[in-house]
């Protein structure tokens, strides 16, 4: 069984800070990962995905893999409170048949 | 250009009763997806249409549920007999075609069964 994990919060970071947000998988075989944002009751967008060790930088996110670890992290820089959301980790083990593993998410606000 | 549609975007039915939903992916993508979320969960995997063709489907939750797929283009879940844990929102997500290839999902399905 194929599993993502995320602490589900809320995490709490004050305006301009930087909120990190972290997950951790069971299957070695993982391939591709994805952080998605999902506002409330909106469908699941896209932020950052990674494919390979080390880090990945697109404006003021940062996504980090390390699949020795088996670990994924998104850090947010200057958090706005418009980042306020619930942050999905996900990941596909390749061939797409299965699909994509989520975790349950992480709820951030970001406090003006 | 367009991004992936689903409707109805809001269905309420009576327990027993049968129901169809249907995707429309991002023109061109040959890959789609369908994901159930309950309220406050995350997203739940439920069938992967590579063209028309379904390699698994043993991610769907019970024999109730059955999706099919026209060529490279829509998609629909059907439901039958409604029971009231079906209710959920169901996700609809469409890619290019490679498993590396981002995920683009519609705006949800709220499926409430009474």
């Known amino acids: 069984q194929k599993e993502v994990e995320q602490n589900s919060g809320p995490l709490s970071v004050p305006e301009g800070a930087i909120a990190s947000l972290n997950c951790t998988y069971s299957?070695?075989?993982?391939?591709?990962f994805f952080w998605y944002r999902q506002y409330s009751g909106k469908s699941p967008e896209l932020i950052m995905s990674?494919?390979?060790?080390g880090d990945k930088e697109d404006g003021r996110f940062t996504a980090q893999l390390n699949k020795a670890s088996q670990y994924v992290s998104l850090l947010i820089r200057d958090s706005q409170p418009s980042d306020s959301a619930t942050y999905l980790c996900?990941?596909?083990?390749?061939?797409?048949?299965?699909?994509?593993?989520f975790g349950k998410g992480t709820h951030l606000i970001i406090q003006p | 250009g367009a991004g992936v549609s689903q409707s109805p975007s809001n269905k309420v039915t009576e327990k027993g009763k049968d129901v169809e939903l249907r995707c429309d992916p991002i023109?061109?993508?040959?890959?789609l997806y369908w994901y159930r979320q309950r309220l406050g969960q995350g997203l739940e995997f439920l069938i992967y249409?590579?063209?028309?063709?379904?390699?698994?489907k043993s991610g769907l939750p019970s024999d109730r549920f059955s999706a099919e797929r026209t060529g490279e283009s829509v998609s629909t879940l059907t439901i039958q007999r409604t029971q009231q844990e079906d209710s959920a929102v169901y996700l609809c997500?469409?890619?290019?075609?490679?498993?590396?290839?981002?995920?683009?999902f519609g705006p949800g399905t709220r499926l409430t069964v009474l």
């Open positions: 996900a990941v596909d083990s390749g061939g797409g048949a299965d699909g994509l593993t």
């Open positions: 997500a469409s890619s290019p075609g490679t498993y590396t290839d981002t995920q683009y």
């Open positions: 249409f590579q063209g028309n063709s379904a390699p698994d």
């Open positions: 990674i494919y390979s060790n």
């Open positions: 299957d070695r075989g993982s391939q591709s």
């Open positions: 023109s061109g993508h040959t890959a």
